[in-house]
């Protein structure tokens, strides 16, 4: 089945740039995203990727993918204490009209002031 | 602008008690999710509905029944709640072209 696996820990000073990694199994997934969750609060949507494309730049935020690898790289420049946070990847795919996400465990971001 | 509305945040329930979780989305999107999370576990899919009528079992979902009541509300409930179900729900939500998935804030559930 799908897997996506992630390292569960980061750890970085305040303006160093952080670069979170995560495989992800399923060779078929139409995107893949970075969400964003901060203690006691829900799931932003940070960014996503198609799987067509092989990097996206969203202001601080990059997303690389090598699909060959299956590997998916989310780098956070000028890292910032509001950083602080864990970070999911996920991939979806399409199951009974509907896109499912298959998430990793997190990456428990932490920047040192 | 509100997005993904759940209800309640927060329950204490006791062991065999039962419960509804109330999710509602106005962004006219098809398709809704309910998943839990748990610690050291990721989110996991609990049910989710493709579209208004219809609803699938996602990877997790022994203990739970749900209602696609109308094409913005998806509920979720627990029929006689066991301290396992102790975790942190979400609901979501996406439309067709399925890449952009919204979460609510999450409802905080203990069973005791």
């Known amino acids: 089945g799908e897997d996506v696996e992630q390292s569960l820990f980061l750890s970085v000073r305040e303006g160093d740039s952080s670069v979170i990694n995560c495989t992800y199994t399923?060779?078929?997934?139409?995107?893949l995203y970075w969400y964003k969750q901060e203690p006691g609060a829900g799931l932003q949507l940070l960014t996503y990727i198609f799987s067509n494309m092989d990097m996206k730049q969203d202001q601080r935020l990059t997303v690389l993918l090598n699909k060959k690898d299956k590997h998916l790289s989310l780098r956070i420049a000028d890292t910032q204490t509001g950083d602080s946070a864990i970070y999911f990847c996920a991939e979806s795919f399409v199951g009974a009209g509907s896109y499912q996400l298959t998430f990793g465990k997190g990456t428990k971001l932490s920047v040192i002031p | 602008n509100a997005g993904v509305t759940q209800t309640p945040k927060f329950q204490v329930l006791k062991t065999g008690q039962s419960m509804t979780l109330q999710c509602a989305q106005d962004?006219?999107?098809?398709?809704m999710y309910w998943y839990r999370q748990d610690p050291g576990m990721g989110l996991r899919l609990i049910y989710y509905?493709?579209?208004?009528?219809?609803?699938d079992k996602g990877e997790v979902p022994n203990g739970y029944n749900v209602s696609r009541l109308n094409k913005r509300e998806f509920s979720l409930r627990l029929e006689s709640a066991a301290p396992s179900q102790t975790s942190v729900y979400f609901c979501?939500?996406?439309?067709?072209?399925?890449?952009?998935?919204?979460f609510g804030e999450g409802s905080w559930l203990t069973v005791v």
């Open positions: 399923d060779s078929s997934s139409t995107y």
């Open positions: 979501a939500s996406s439309g067709s072209s399925g890449n952009t998935i919204y």
């Open positions: 962004m006219n999107h098809n398709s």
């Open positions: 509905s493709a579209s208004e009528g219809t609803t």
